[in-house]
């Protein structure tokens, strides 16, 4: 198994900056791909940004230009850099990890953390 642990949410204005940080733990060698997800009052939940292995990268189109994932597969670490939050970032954010064989294949996130609370007042 695998356990994903959030941090790093909170309450902040518009215009300003979080980073949300998730480690992994337990059977590392099951996942290598991570992401991030979050779920606002009433709406599904949506990817907000995936990262392979080598770094790959991928963001939803409402955040590119104002959120970064990156990783430290030293840690077993991914973290989110939210700048430029608006109000309608506000959500619980997830941090979420699963294994894909192919760089081609979408990455198919089986694990996921507990959530952590983002709020961003107008």
């Known amino acids: 198994q695998v356990q994903l642990v959030e941090s790093g949410g909170g309450l902040v204005q518009a215009g300003g900056s979080l980073r949300l940080s998730c480690a992994a733990s337990g059977s590392r060698f099951r996942i290598n791909g991570m992401g991030w997800y979050r779920q606002a009052p009433g709406k599904q939940r949506e990817l907000v940004a995936g990262?392979?292995?080598?770094?790959?990268?991928n963001y939803a189109d409402s955040v590119k230009g104002r959120f970064t994932i990156s990783r430290d597969n030293d840690k077993n670490m991914v973290y989110l850099q939210m700048n430029s939050l608006e109000p309608e970032d506000t959500a619980v954010y997830y941090c979420a990890a699963g294994y894909y064989n192919s760089d081609f294949e979408t990455i198919p996130y089986d694990y996921w953390g507990q959530g952590t609370q983002v709020t961003v007042s107008s």
């Open positions: 990262i392979r292995s080598g770094g790959t990268a």
